[in-house]
């Protein structure tokens, strides 16, 4: 690939995800029967750079992969999606990467992860990956990998001139140097508040309401990141830009969630995608949106993720609706 390619760099993490879907979550000590189980392939990594290239931009992805059958399936997968998987790493020591996943009747879910292989991304790997990492466009990471790996990472590409993307889920306390160095982090709403909360040990925001959002954005903008989208789901986003001490809100037209598995990273690699293509973020946000939105209308992670043609119709068809 020519240095002159502009391309997104997505490194994180990779699933084989278990779906049980469900008219109700059980209780604790219940056991729900009657439900349908579903294989898809998933992980926050490996579904944002599905939805980045699928948006219409040259991506890469670098993650750790066992070298059992799911990991061959995730390795299939990505390469059939036209995603760059020449720097993925593969761990003949660990197990791929396996998250269990229960979805209600109205689309919502509860998710719990054996990261396997993805949490021995090392940063001894990370450091021969250096020119690939730097020469990114728009770089994007999660938290699905160790946070000294991200540390690295980070580091790595702001030698370039790269637009670092964080994405703090599943969020955990982010060490200062990470967010210093940011161009833009994209929480939902608990991240954010919990992400203030880590910042400011002795104060508590009083409600949840925008207020409350504006002002954990500015905190984080004070330590240097340029840019806070805060989603909140099928309420759209919430952009505060930092060096213009500006709010815009973005809505989401009103759908018939069937799965939200995988929304979350559907905006976020649509958004990096965009971003990559020259757009600018408020426009980049409001394609990511309805992205989303056409996301959640289907079941799975990867295979939920909408396609550049489709995005772009919806999107038409919502300005014209006065929904975005």
């Known amino acids: 690939m020519p240095k002159e390619t502009k391309y997104v760099l997505i490194i994180g993490s990779s699933n084989m995800d278990l779906n049980i879907y469900s008219k109700r979550f059980p209780n604790p000590g219940e056991t729900v029967t009657g439900g349908t189980f579903k294989q898809f392939l998933g992980g ?10 699928r948006s219409g931009s040259t991506t890469y992805f670098i993650g750790k992969i066992g070298t059992d059958n799911f990991g061959n399936q995730m390795i299939s997968q990505l390469s059939k999606e036209g995603i760059e998987i020449s720097h993925v790493i593969r761990d003949n020591e660990n197990a791929s990467g396996v998250a269990f996943i229960l979805i209600d009747e109205n689309g919502e879910n509860m998710i719990s992860v054996a990261p396997g292989s993805n949490f021995n991304l090392s940063i001894e790997e990370i450091k021969t990956k250096e020119a690939v990492i730097k020469n990114a466009h728009v770089l994007v990471v999660q938290m699905e990998i160790p946070i000294k790996t991200i540390e690295r990472v980070i580091k790595i590409a702001s030698k370039g001139n790269v637009v670092k993307i964080l994405n703090p889920a599943p969020l955990k306390p982010i060490p200062i140097d990470i967010l210093k160095k940011l161009d833009i982090i ?16 002795d104060e508590e ?5 925008e207020s409350e959002i504006i002002k954990a954005s500015k905190r984080l903008v004070q330590l240097g990141i340029k840019t806070v989208i805060t989603t909140l ?7 505060y830009f930092g060096s213009e001490d500006k709010v815009v809100e973005i809505p989401s037209p009103k759908v018939n969630a069937v799965d939200t598995v995988g929304a979350g990273d559907c905006f976020i690699g649509a958004l990096a995608s965009r971003i990559n293509q020259g757009e600018h973020i408020v426009e980049a946000v ?25 995005i772009e119709e919806n999107l038409e068809n919502s300005k014209k609706n006065g929904d975005i």
Do not use: H, W
């Not at 409001?286 to 043609?309: C, E, H, W, Y």
């Open 44 to 53: 926050k990594g490996a579904n944002q750079a599905v939805a980045s290239v």
């Open 186 to 201: 994209i929480p939902n709403r608990g991240e954010l508040f919990q992400l203030y909360s880590f910042l400011n040990p």
């Open 205 to 209: 925001l009083q409600g949840k309401g």
């Open 233 to 239: 789901g099928d309420k759209g986003c919430l952009i």
């Open 286 to 310: 409001k394609f990511a949106t309805i992205a989303a939105s056409i996301a959640v209308k289907r079941k799975g992670a990867q295979d939920s993720m909408p396609f550049l043609n489709e």
